[in-house]
């Protein structure tokens, strides 16, 4: 138990360190249509518009309605998409802590950090490419225990949300 608190312990640690120097993205001014796009969909979604029949998109759905239900608790403004930007990059992060985690709790580490710089230059607009890539680790990570059925549920369930 204490090797596994430890490991928790080191994984909050260099998420939150890795994260930190996002925040300042929340401030910065985003691209005028990746943007628009990431708060006008949802808003549509929201007003009973369903995409690709009411409203042209070139994304999935679910970014969309993801996006529309954090609207609906945060209110409709650019803070709220970029919580969700964020919640999306500590979700790879952490993914990528859980699966490598098994062979070394450094490597994990590092590995976070390297994938951390690698973030931060997209800076934290709620990309649908960002969110189907949580998807897919997490998808990973779950299809590694074979033997567990609500690990083989998720693992299908999130598979096909990277699409």
């Known amino acids: ?82 919580a969700v930007g964020l919640l999306y990059r500590v979700l790879i992060l952490s993914a990528i802590f859980a699966l490598i985690q098994k062979r070394s709790t450094t490597l994990a580490a590092g590995c976070v950090v390297v994938a951390g710089l690698l973030l931060i230059p997209s800076g934290l607009p709620a990309y649908a490419w960002i969110g189907a890539v949580a998807c897919a680790l997490w998808s990973l990570w779950f299809s590694l225990e074979t033997e567990s059925a609500p ?10 949300a990277v699409l």
């Not at 994984?11 to 708060?39: C, K, N, T």
């Not at 529309?68 to 970029?82: C, H, K, T």
């Not at 690990?151 to 096909?160: D, K, N, V, Y």
Request: proline share 9%; no cysteine; glycine share 10%.
């Open 151 to 160: 690990h083989a549920f998720f693992a299908g369930a999130l598979g096909p």
């Open 1 to 82: 138990m204490p090797d596994l608190r430890r490991k928790i312990l080191v994984a909050f640690l260099v998420i939150g360190a890795v994260v930190l120097p996002l925040w300042p993205s929340f401030e910065r001014e985003g691209l005028p249509m990746d943007e628009g796009a990431l708060l006008v969909y949802p808003e549509l979604i929201a007003k009973g518009e369903v995409p690709y029949r009411d409203f042209e998109t070139f994304y999935g759905p679910a970014n969309s309605w993801i996006l529309s239900s954090a609207y609906a608790v945060g209110g409709l403004n650019i803070f709220s998409e970029r």
